[in-house]
């Protein structure tokens, strides 16, 4: 029987170097020394028996394709700014959607109108009453009509803005529905955690994905796959679309900010406390976000990239998080930590560049190191 395993495994062994990946590293030192050569061989039978020992760990995760990259590009002026556009983004929420209305059609032309009134007003008393052309002023001082009209109508203009506003606001801290999924995001310096408590606790952590040139050969770094310069994080946050959302937000350090823009979202994450808002994504798609509240050095580095999937997807995506929907039972253990997103993945090495769980990198946690300081020279001062 142990003859027979030990074949197996090097036969695993030579499938997974002849296609350039990386064995796992429980199968390397033993078989290695055991192979002869012609197990290593590995007859075409014997490859089928061999990969289900290795896959049989975790559920795929919907969200990567199978060498690891991201199966969901973004897509260009969704969810991320456009070159050479100004307005407000895309919105994929209902409070997003009352907003942007809110924007574009009273807010924005109401600023626009009064703007033009009050400088046509200006022009024409500059003109009309200057000196040349009115040498001798009215000592008019009161005028009932007039003054009842702009009392008035600021007045009615001011209703007009509260109603819609007051409205939005009630909305954007309704308190979710029951069912809702529950995203914990934990502000760090300078970095994004994240839990899942309904969906048995899952963890993540997310930093920002550094361009090829600022990292070793070797390291994993943002392609375009991931998302734009300074948005892609290297693990996204998944979420479903269509089911409420109860976003939590608290920081372990300073105050941050969860903040996207499409979701018409951003929240205080404050220490030592918890805030609460809600929304629905209506559409799947990649979001883009950052911080948006300043906390030191490399505030502008730490952004925020949400997936959202079907219903179906993100079920899929929490049991291959070794998570479980709230309501099921939970997943037979299997021996990793099922919460520790850090873990390495049983299918062992990606080639490439690929995305992989683990790919985080170790966050700087001095000031001194953050901002690349001498803090031996010390900052030669201004
Ligand atoms: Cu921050």
């Not at 990969?51 to 990567?64: E, N």
């Not at 970095?191 to 090829?212: C, F, R, V």
């Amino acid at each position: 029987m142990t003859g027979f395993k030990t074949i197996i495994a090097a036969a695993g062994l030579a499938l997974a170097s002849s296609a350039g990946v990386a064995a796992a590293p429980t199968a390397a030192p033993g078989a290695a020394t055991t192979t002869t050569a012609p197990e290593a061989a590995a007859p075409a039978t014997a490859a089928p028996a061999a990969a289900p020992t290795a896959a049989v760990a975790k559920p795929a995760d919907p969200t990567l394709a199978a060498d690891g990259s991201q199966l969901v590009k973004p897509v260009a002026h969704v969810g991320q700014p456009t070159d050479g556009y100004y307005g407000i983004q895309t919105q994929v929420t209902k409070n997003g959607e009352t907003a942007h209305w809110f924007h574009d059609s009273i807010l924005f032309p109401l600023i626009t109108i009064i703007s033009i009134f009050v400088l046509g007003l200006l022009i024409y008393v500059v003109f009309r009453f200057r000196e040349k052309a009115n040498p001798v002023p009215s000592k008019t001082s009161h005028n009932t009509f007039i003054e009842i009209v702009w009392t008035l109508v600021p007045v009615l203009i001011l209703v007009a803005i509260a109603v819609p506003s007051i409205r939005l606001l009630a909305a954007q801290y309704a308190p979710p529905p029951k069912g809702a999924v529950t995203l914990k995001a934990i502000g760090n310096q300078w970095y994004w955690s994240y839990e899942y408590p309904d969906h048995g606790g899952i963890a993540i952590t997310a930093n920002m994905l550094k361009e090829q040139s600022e990292v070793p050969a070797g390291t994993r770094y943002r392609t375009d796959a991931d998302g734009p310069r300074l948005l892609a994080a290297d693990n996204r946050i998944v979420l479903p679309v269509g089911v409420p959302i109860r976003l939590l937000t608290t920081a372990a350090d300073v105050i941050h900010s969860w903040a996207v823009p499409a979701f018409w979202i951003k929240l205080d994450a404050v220490p030592g406390r918890i805030n609460e808002t809600s929304f629905t994504i209506d559409k799947p798609g990649v979001y883009f976000g950052q911080c948006s509240e300043l906390c030191g050095a490399r505030h502008g580095y730490m952004p925020i990239t949400v997936e959202a999937v079907s219903p179906q997807q993100f079920a899929a995506w929490v049991a291959a998080k070794g998570g479980t929907m709230p309501g099921a039972a939970a997943p037979a253990a299997s021996g990793a930590d099922a919460t520790d997103d850090t873990a390495t993945p049983a299918t062992a090495a990606v080639p490439g560049n690929a995305a992989v769980e683990n790919a985080t990198v170790t966050a700087e946690t001095t000031n001194q190191a953050a901002t690349a300081n001498n803090g031996a020279g010390g900052n030669p001062g201004r």
